[in-house]
T-cell receptor, first 111, second 113 residues
Framework: QKEVEQNSGPLSVPEGAIASLNCTYS??????FFWYRQYSGKSPELIMF????GDKEDGRFTAQLNKASQYVSLLIRDSQPSDSATYLC???????????FGTGTQLKVEL | EAQVTQNPRYLITVTGKKLTVTCSQN?????MSWYRQDPGLGLRQIYY???????DKGDVPEGYKVSRKEKRNFPLILESPSPNQTSLYFC????????????FGPGTRLTVL
C-alpha cells in the first residue's frame, strides 16, 4: 500500500463548477497535510495546509481532513481554466521528519 | 526576494562522472530537502536536513550524498551517476519541518547517458 494515494485523473470539470480532489494516507501518526499545485514544467507551490480535523477555507479553496478515515480532500469552488494543473497531496510524519507526496491528480477545467 | 535557487537548471552528463547540484535559500530556513520527480512516481524525498550538520535519508537516498555546512546551502552530490538517476530534481526549504510552507526551487533536469 502506498503511503499517500491519489487518483491520477485526469479530472475534468466545467468552468464555474466545484472540483473535488481526494487523498488517502496510511500512517496514522501523520501530523500535517499539504496541498500543492504544480503546472507543467514548473515547481510545486503551496495552496494550503491543514493540521486539525474538519474544514479549512482560504478563498476558493477548502481543505477537509478526517484523521479517523485517514482522508484529506481539497475543494476548489468556481473552478477557472487557470486552475488546470496537477494537484499534489503531501503528508508530514513527525517521527520521520519527512514529507511524503502522492503522485498527484491532474485537473482540467474546461470552458 | 525570498527564493530557493538551484544550479544548473539543465545538465546532460555521462555515467560515472561525478556532479554536484547546488541549492541555496535566502530565507534563513532550518529545514531543507531534495526531491526527485519521475512520471508515475511523483515527488520522492532523497535527503533532508533539519539544520546545519544534521542530515538524514529520505525514501530514495541510494546513489546520492548531501552536506549542510552552512544554513543557506544544501548541495546534492552524485558520486557516480547512472542512467536511472535521470530525473527532475527539486530542492526545497521551510522555516521548520512539517509545520510551514515549503518553498521549492525551479528544478534541475538531469540526464545521465
Amino acid at each position: 500500500q502506498k503511503e499517500v494515494e491519489q487518483n491520477s485523473g485526469p479530472l475534468s470539470v466545467p468552468e464555474g463548477a466545484i472540483a473535488s480532489l481526494n487523498c488517502t494516507y496510511s500512517d496514522r501518526g501523520s501530523q500535517s497535510f499539504f496541498w500543492y499545485r504544480q503546472y507543467s514544467g514548473k515547481s510545486p507551490e503551496l495552496i494550503m495546509f491543514i493540521y486539525s480535523n474538519g474544514d479549512k477555507e482560504d478563498g476558493r479553496f477548502t481543505a477537509q481532513l478526517n484523521k479517523a478515515s485517514q482522508y484529506v480532500s481539497l475543494l476548489i469552488r468556481d473552478s477557472q481554466p487557470s486552475d488546470s494543473a496537477t494537484y499534489l497531496c503531501a503528508v508530514f510524519t513527525g517521527g520521520g521528519n519527512k514529507l511524503t507526496f502522492g503522485t498527484g491528480t491532474q485537473l482540467k477545467v474546461e470552458l | 526576494e525570498a527564493q530557493v535557487t538551484q544550479n544548473p537548471r539543465y545538465l546532460i552528463t555521462v555515467t560515472g562522472k561525478k556532479l554536484t547540484v547546488t541549492c541555496s535559500q535566502n530565507m534563513n530556513h532550518e529545514y531543507m530537502s531534495w526531491y526527485r520527480q519521475d512520471p508515475g512516481l511523483g515527488l520522492r524525498q532523497i535527503y533532508y536536513s533539519m539544520n546545519v550538520e544534521v542530515t538524514d535519508k529520505g525514501d530514495v537516498p541510494e546513489g546520492y550524498k548531501v552536506s549542510r555546512k552552512e544554513k543557506r546551502n544544501f548541495p546534492l552530490i552524485l558520486e557516480s551517476p547512472s542512467p536511472n538517476q535521470t530525473s527532475l530534481y527539486f530542492c526545497a526549504s521551510s522555516r521548520l519541518a512539517g509545520v510551514d510552507t515549503q518553498y521549492f526551487g525551479p528544478g534541475t533536469r538531469l540526464t545521465v547517458l
